[in-house]
């Protein structure tokens, strides 16, 4: 029998693995459990000792774990690249956001923003509406979650716009990407995928993040919202 494999991912790769690279790698034969969070709820978890055999997470995180030892610094590959978007549901008229005038009358129009509280976008977040002078205004209506996809509440009808990746708001059907955050409020995140010391299977563990890394991924990360980061064959 094949080995169940365990790996920890971020949310911004979730569309590109459940719709392609997960089908693809079990139609070969192999198991592989995944668990979902924001980069800060998986890192917090493997501080205080969680173990899988892959993380997927932003690639600061990954490296300290490197330089710890809780990685096999030779097994990480650099995936994507993420952008910071709007999402609000399809079908409703979408607010410019291209210029930085624009974007703030966008969130300050909303009847309420959603964002995470332990996502990399909402921590980017909580810096743009200060520096945009609109902390007040913005999280006296704010719809704030703990970990997820901030979009669920523009669908259940408690926020009319979402802060999330790019990538992450279009894992939510209904939903409909309003644009990414214009400069100087960007900020890009990459990803990369690694092998955990201790991982239980390493061969297959290694033999999965060839997979997330190969030629025909680039693709399915482009598809996703995502900029892909892995080589691509000449």
């Given at each position: 029998m094949s080995v169940e494999l365990k790996a920890m991912s971020t949310l911004a790769v979730e569309l590109a693995l459940k719709t392609e690279l997960l089908p693809a790698w079990q139609s070969l034969g192999h198991r592989i459990a995944v668990e979902w969070n924001p980069t800060g709820v998986l890192i917090e978890g493997v501080r205080r000792g969680d173990r899988a055999d892959v993380l997927i997470a932003i690639d600061q995180p990954i490296d300290e774990l490197v330089?710890?030892?809780?990685?096999?610094?030779?097994?990480?590959r650099p995936l994507a690249r993420a952008s910071f978007g709007l999402g609000a549901r399809r079908g409703e008229a979408l607010p410019d956001i291209s210029t930085p005038d624009l974007f703030k009358q966008a969130l300050l129009s909303a009847?309420?923003?959603?964002?995470?509280?332990?996502?990399?976008?909402?921590i980017h977040f909580r810096d743009v509406i200060e520096r945009l002078g609109i902390v007040d205004e913005i999280n006296a209506k704010a719809t704030i979650i703990h970990a997820g996809f901030t979009a669920d509440k523009v669908i259940s009808g408690d926020a009319d716009l979402a802060?999330?990746?790019?990538?992450e708001l279009m894992s939510i059907d209904g939903i409909q990407v309003v644009g990414p955050f214009p400069e100087p409020y960007q900020k890009h995140t990459d990803f990369s995928a690694a092998v955990f010391s201790d991982a239980p299977n390493p061969d297959v563990a290694q033999?999965?993040?060839?997979?997330?890394?190969?030629?025909?991924?680039?693709?399915i990360y482009a598809r996703s919202?995502?900029?892909p980061r892995v080589r691509i064959a000449a």
């Open positions: 330089q710890a030892g809780i990685l096999l610094g030779g097994s990480v009847r309420s923003v959603a964002y995470s509280q332990t996502g990399a976008s909402g802060v999330q990746q790019v990538s033999a999965f993040v060839q997979h997330l890394t190969d030629t025909k991924a680039a693709g919202g995502l900029v």
